[in-house]
């Protein structure tokens, strides 16, 4: 079965600043890893997803991750944080749909 | 295009009662999997149908069911409500439910109190 960490419930950095929020997963078979984003009283947006096509992964808003097997992390980051990426973001891997599991989420605040 | 539409939005029930979620999956999207969303828990899986039938099933108790029409719609239901419960519950439609990394897209929930 498949697992995801994400490092660090919350991450607060300034407008300008790089984001970068950590995920490390756990599977027995190459995963599918994804993104996404969740504003306040909103449902999931995806925000990009690896499918071994590449591991540099780009994604909307900016938003980059890698994959990194020997690692087994999937972290994600934006150059310059906005004021508008302020939401939670989840980091989620599946093999199969009803096999999606996600992290716990990390709460980004934007300092101006 | 239409994303995924779940209604109601907010409700709120008494403990005991029963509670029924609505969901409609993308167009074209046949695959539609139900997550509960509280603050302790995180993201839970409850249950994916595909073609009108239940394929997987998550870990909580016979009370949630759910059940997909032959449009794919798909509805929960929840029955002697738990304090516990209350939560967000998340739809979300995929084209297949299969290997394929296919992306699962998410409605805005259902936002569910029990009092």
């Known amino acids: 079965a498949q697992s995801v960490t994400q490092l660090g419930s919350h991450v607060s950095v300034s407008e300008g600043a790089l984001v970068l929020l950590r995920c490390n997963y756990s599977s027995s078979v190459p995963p599918y890893l994804f993104w996404y984003v969740q504003y306040p009283n909103q449902g999931l947006q995806l925000l990009l997803k690896?499918?071994?096509?590449?591991?540099l992964v780009k994604g909307i808003n900016g938003f980059e991750a890698e994959f990194k097997k020997s690692e087994t992390s999937f972290h994600l980051t934006k150059p310059s944080a906005h004021m508008s990426d302020a939401a939670e973001y989840f980091c989620a891997v599946s093999t199969r749909v009803s096999d999606m599991r996600f992290g716990a989420g990390t709460r980004l605040t934007v300092k101006p | 295009k239409a994303g995924v539409t779940q209604t109601p939005r907010y409700l709120i029930k008494t403990r005991g009662q029963q509670v029924t979620l609505s969901c409609s999956p993308i167009?074209?999207?046949?695959?539609v999997s139900w997550y509960q969303q509280t603050p302790g828990q995180g993201l839970q899986f409850l249950f994916e149908?595909?073609?009108?039938?239940?394929?997987n099933k998550g870990n909580f108790p016979g009370r949630f069911s759910g059940r997909q029409f032959s449009n794919s719609r798909s509805e929960m239901n929840v029955s002697t409500l738990e304090l516990g419960d209350s939560a967000l519950y998340l739809c979300a439609s995929s084209l297949a439910p299969d290997n394929s990394g296919n992306t699962i897209y998410f409605g805005e929930g259902s936002w569910l109190t029990v009092v």
């Open positions: 167009s074209g999207h046949r695959s």
């Open positions: 149908y595909f073609s009108e039938t239940q394929r």
């Open positions: 690896y499918t071994s096509a590449a591991t």
